[in-house]
């Protein structure tokens, strides 16, 4: 029988043994995490004659296939911060192509020059937006067999400008899981057609966001429902335009900011639809 003044140096030992098996357990954890970082392969695909780039990011620590996802950047186009974002939402559960809309090499040098492109490509009846997000979806599509990617399962989601890029696949008609755009224009210079949508689709709105309007929010909704659409909206709170972007920094005097607090929440609120359309 142990005495009292041992009892105490035995559970000391006992306790100094468990926490240096969870020591040598977490840096095993965290190396394996570090071990597993997804990787960013460059692919390119031709429209109408034209090249496009962009990346296909996925996990190849295991094999399992999974979902594939179409992601439209911001109007900046395919930057390094957008590599790293797209790994960052790949993790184990998605192979994802970053996709490219303004063509190999034509990528916008500053703001201004993206605001210019950005504008050429909304104006019109935006037929070339969506011949080039369809032509993504098929490049994604066409890594089944080299990529670790389920094709029957294929969504889209995008940023500000790529949040109105994958809006046009609904808008087409196209079949999709499902589309998600986060501070994307909801203005369509040609609307769905009455029962075309095929699409659910998820929006997620900065409700202080100036460039989006009540006008817009009501045009938007009435459109999709004559199409048939299953769709959610969300307005965040006290978020304007750019709110899930960091790199668009946090001046309150701008209606292109970062708000942490709800680019976090709109991440889970994707992660929860993609799980649901992807039947997770």
Request: charged letters at 20%; one cysteine or more.
């Amino acid at each position: 029988m142990l005495s009292n003044c041992r009892l105490p140096r035995a559970f000391a030992a006992l306790a100094l043994s468990a926490a240096m098996f969870s020591a040598i357990t977490f840096s095993s954890s965290v190396f394996s995490t570090a071990a597993a970082t997804p990787r960013a392969e460059p692919t390119e695909w031709q429209v109408e004659g034209q090249t496009f780039s962009g990346y296909v990011v996925y996990d190849d620590a295991d094999q399992h296939l999974r979902p594939g996802l179409v992601m439209a950047p911001d109007w900046m186009g395919v930057t390094p911060a957008a590599v790293e974002r797209a790994k960052e939402l790949a993790g184990k559960r998605y192979v994802i192509l970053l996709a490219d809309y303004y063509g190999k090499g034509a990528q916008p040098k500053d703001r201004t020059d993206a605001a210019q492109l950005a504008g050429q490509l909304r104006g019109g009846d935006r037929a070339a937006l969506r011949a080039r997000i369809r032509s993504a979806v098929a490049t994604l599509r066409a890594q089944a067999g080299h990529a670790p990617l389920d094709a029957g399962r294929i969504g889209a989601f995008g940023f500000c400008l790529g949040g109105t890029t994958v809006l046009e696949l609904a808008r087409g008609g196209d079949q999709l899981a499902g589309v998600v755009t986060l501070h994307g224009d909801l203005s369509a210079n040609t609307r769905a057609a009455p029962g075309s949508a095929r699409t659910p689709l998820l929006i997620l709105n900065g409700a202080d966001d100036k460039a989006v309007s009540a006008d817009d929010i009501s045009a938007f909704q009435r459109e999709m429902n004559a199409a048939g659409a299953d769709w959610q909206f969300v307005n965040f709170s006290g978020a304007v335009h750019c709110f899930a972007l960091p790199a668009s920094g946090t001046d309150p005097a701008s209606n292109c900011r970062y708000d942490e607090r709800t680019s976090r929440r709109a991440i889970r609120l994707m992660d929860g639809f993609f799980d649901e359309v992807f039947g997770h």
